[in-house]
């Protein structure tokens, strides 16, 4: 069923079918990713949100098969331009890392190699990705940081990774990471290790630059202001599954599944009398993770068929679905009244800190 959200994306990108990852610990097997179903379609910009632990990154990492031992891809499909990057071999899959999908991580200065400069790496991977002379490579690699605004970016490329600050350093990774051309870039949580002053400059830059090459972004981020201010479209996840997924305006202003609805009502709002709303229970041990829907301990729609059977993603409406029971045919969905409860500024004034913590 989950093909109805499929069929919504004309032109996707990538689509994540139906993906299963198992890390196998010393505690037991932690059942990472339970069925997860993403799509992307062309210029579309995706948010990929939840609390820690939900799965995010181990998604985005299985785009790229960056998946290591204990870790495994056990099951699924990630479908990129139609060509199943999971029937690749690892030499195929190399030819689409960097160039076709690059990946910008939270900490810029951990992915940067300390020991060579800046305007090295950035041009070694024009050198390696664009089949260019080093020479050329250089020369173009001063231009690129000049793009990424970096005030006199000569100087810049001399100087290693130690020497920038964070807001630069991703400034640099970005020229990095965008100088093959990329048709995605995953970004995960590409500005929660900056200073809030300068988190808007860089994923403006981000998504500017994304724009000019015609790229797609996957936004990992816990940040809804983030996701309001910047996604085309929002996938939310819990415990290793997609629950709901739509246009972004669609999702904050209209949540439905029973956890979305919990996190948005659970966001600080000086509007709102008394205490905070948490959901109740805790976040499940995905080494025993409850059967059927994942959240149903915590659900307050729960019902007994909802600890039976894992819910598809079911149509909402039109580009809008949930994995919930609630909107199965002849269901009714979620009570229109528990929408009153929901603070009234998430999508039309997006709060920065509007994070989505531990629900526990
Ligand atoms: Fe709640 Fe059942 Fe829907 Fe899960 S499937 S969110 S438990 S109503």
């Given at each position: 069923m989950a093909e109805q959200m499929f069929d919504t994306v004309s032109s996707p990108i990538l689509e994540v079918r139906d993906l299963f990852v198992n890390f196998y610990t010393y505690r037991g097997v932690v059942r990472a990713l339970n069925g997860v179903n993403l799509t992307i379609g062309r210029g579309e910009i995706v948010g990929l949100v939840g609390e820690t632990g939900c799965g995010k990154s181990v998604t985005a990492r299985s785009v790229l098969r960056l998946i290591r031992y204990p870790g495994k891809i056990?099951?699924?499909?990630?479908?990129?331009?139609?060509?199943?990057?999971?029937?690749?071999?690892?030499?195929?899959?190399?030819?689409?890392?960097?160039?076709?999908?690059?990946?910008?991580?939270?900490?810029?200065?951990?992915?940067?190699?300390?020991?060579?400069?800046?305007?090295?790496?950035?041009?070694?991977?024009?050198?390696?990705?664009?089949?260019?002379?080093?020479?050329?490579?250089?020369?173009?690699?001063?231009?690129?940081?000049?793009?990424?605004?970096?005030?006199?970016?000569?100087?810049?490329?001399?100087?290693?990774?130690?020497?920038?600050?964070?807001?630069?350093?991703?400034?640099?990774?970005?020229?990095?990471?965008?100088?093959?051309?990329?048709?995605?870039?995953?970004?995960?949580?590409?500005?929660?290790?900056?200073?809030?002053?300068?988190?808007?400059?860089?994923?403006n830059l981000m998504t500017e630059l994304v724009e000019q090459i015609e790229a797609s972004i996957l936004l990992i981020t816990h940040d809804l202001g983030v996701v309001a201010e910047t996604c085309d479209k929002v996938a939310v996840m819990y415990a290793g599954n997609v629950v709901e997924y739509g246009t972004t305006e669609e999702v904050l202003t209209n949540p439905a599944h029973p956890y979305t609805r919990g996190l948005l009502r659970a966001l600080p709002n000086l509007a709102r009398q008394g205490p905070l709303y948490t959901i109740r229970g805790s976040v499940p041990d995905l080494v025993d993770p409850p059967a059927g829907c994942r959240f149903h301990p915590r659900c307050e729609y729960a019902m007994s068929e909802c600890a039976v059977e894992r819910p598809d993603l079911l149509t909402v409406k039109q580009g809008h679905f949930a994995a919930c029971v609630l909107y199965e045919e002849g269901r009714d969905g979620i009570p229109d009244a528990a929408h009153d409860e929901l603070p009234a500024n998430v999508w039309a004034n997006p709060d920065a800190s509007a994070t989505v913590g531990e629900q526990s």
């Open positions: 056990e099951g699924g499909q990630i479908l990129f331009e139609g060509q199943d990057l999971l029937a690749l071999s690892e030499r195929e899959m190399r030819e689409f890392r960097g160039r076709q999908i690059s990946m910008i991580m939270q900490e810029p200065k951990v992915s940067l190699n300390p020991a060579f400069t800046i305007g090295a790496q950035i041009a070694e991977s024009i050198a390696i990705h664009d089949y260019k002379p080093l020479d050329d490579a250089q020369t173009e690699a001063i231009e690129i940081l000049r793009t990424v605004r970096i005030a006199d970016p000569e100087q810049v490329a001399h100087q290693y990774p130690h020497e920038l600050s964070g807001g630069m350093a991703q400034r640099a990774m970005l020229a990095m990471m965008l100088a093959p051309r990329p048709k995605l870039l995953i970004a995960d949580e590409p500005t929660s290790a900056l200073d809030v002053t300068i988190q808007a400059q860089i994923l």
